[in-house]
Each structure stands twice: as structure tokens, then as C-alpha cells.
């Protein structure tokens, strides 16, 4: 049996962990109840994402850490499908933080910064839509990514937290999400993500016969 001291420090290290969990929840639920300020900007964000696609473009998406792995999220829900209640043609959109091959020797032989911009000046042709996530927007590589997409024509989209950041400036639209918590930033980003693709899938279904399995050969351009 554990001294009584012993037991008594556990049960107050226990509370003190209950009320750490219910001041995470009570964070998140009060971001979430004020995330309709960013429904202006996530619609017209979502009527860019048409446009490129409609128009033979693709969508491109590069972050830091748990931004990598929300980049690689919801390129993943463009490409394979959001759900199973919709089946629907594949929609062009790539992960820029997955070849480890590619981002070491980037890394290695012109520095971190360059590993976004590199493949931006591989892969973004004129009209394409650059995704740059972001819990601080003060990243060197998203930073040089942002300047080599607009050198290249692209559209650039910042998704970052409450406040405005040095990514805004290089940014054609930004959405800020309601936090300065890294951890709901991001929580709020792929929530951000799953919407957007809703929103495009339901906008290309309506004007672009998206649900047809029988793809073209080559994309058609709608006016």
C-alpha cells in the first residue's frame, strides 16, 4: 500500500491533469464557436481552388511539422476523396512535404529555406494555387516558397493563426484562424481543410460534372 502522502500527492497530480484536459477542451470549444469569421475568406478561397481546377491547375501544399502532416492531409482529401458517400474524379493536388530524398539533398546542398521554393520552381506552372501552412508565419522555407510562387504566377494561400505575420505580405489570400495555440491553429487548419474540400466538391459537382468517373483526356476549360 502506498504511504498516505504518497496517495495523496497522486489524487492532487490527477486533478490537476483533469483540469489541464478540460481547460484544452474548453480552449478548442471557444475556438470552434468563433470560427465563422473565417467563412468569408474559406469561400472565396474555395472559388480560387474551382477556378485552378477547372482550368487544368493544381494545388500545391507545403508546412513545417504538424503543418507537414496537415499539408499532406488534405492534399490527400483532394486527390483521393473526402468521403464515401461521394465518389467523384481525382482533383490535382500534391504535398510538397513527402520525398525525403528530395528535401535532404535540398536541405543539404542550398539549405532548408530552399526546400519548399525548389519544387516550386519545378512543379508551379501560371494559375496554380500554392497552400502554405503555417502556426507562425515567420518560416524561412514558406517564406522563399511564397516569393518563388509569385515569381512563377501562382496563387498563394496562407492558413495561420489569429494574428498577422510576415507570410501575409507575400500572401494573395490569407485566413486566420481564431488562436494563438499552435496546437488549435493547427486543429483549426484541418478543420479549415475538410470544409474546403466540401465546399469545392460540392462547387465542381455543380458546374463540372465531377461526380463522372470517365475522365478526359485532358481536362476540360470552363468559362
Do not use: Y
Request: glycine share 6%.
Amino acid at each position: 500500500m502506498a504511504p498516505k502522502g504518497a496517495a495523496v500527492l497522486m489524487e492532487t497530480r490527477l486533478v490537476s491533469g483533469m483540469e489541464k484536459l478540460q481547460r484544452a477542451i474548453n480552449d478548442a470549444a471557444t475556438m470552434h464557436s468563433q470560427m465563422s469569421s473565417c467563412f468569408t475568406e474559406l469561400v472565396a478561397i474555395a472559388n480560387v481552388c474551382v477556378k485552378a481546377l477547372k482550368h487544368g491547375n493544381k494545388l500545391l501544399f507545403c508546412g513545417n511539422g504538424g503543418s507537414a502532416a496537415e499539408a499532406q492531409h488534405i492534399a490527400t482529401e483532394f486527390v483521393v476523396r473526402l468521403t464515401a458517400k461521394r465518389n467523384r474524379r481525382a482533383l490535382a493536388a500534391i504535398a510538397l512535404t513527402t520525398d525525403t530524398s528530395l528535401l535532404t539533398a535540398c536541405a543539404n546542398d542550398m539549405g532548408f529555406e530552399k526546400v519548399f521554393a525548389r519544387q516550386v520552381e519545378a512543379h508551379m506552372q501560371k494559375g496554380d494555387v500554392l497552400f502554405l501552412l503555417s502556426t507562425s508565419g515567420a518560416s524561412d522555407n514558406l517564406l522563399e516558397a511564397a516569393q518563388a510562387a509569385r515569381a512563377q504566377q501562382g496563387v498563394t494561400v496562407a492558413l495561420l493563426g489569429k494574428e498577422n505575420t510576415p507570410l501575409d505580405e507575400f500572401a494573395d489570400h490569407s485566413l486566420h484562424v481564431p488562436s494563438q495555440s499552435s496546437q488549435r491553429v493547427q486543429e483549426a487548419h484541418l478543420l479549415c481543410g475538410h470544409m474546403l474540400v466540401e465546399l469545392v466538391e460540392d462547387l465542381l459537382i455543380q458546374q463540372w460534372n465531377l461526380e463522372d468517373n470517365e475522365r478526359p483526356e485532358s481536362p476540360p476549360v470552363i468559362t
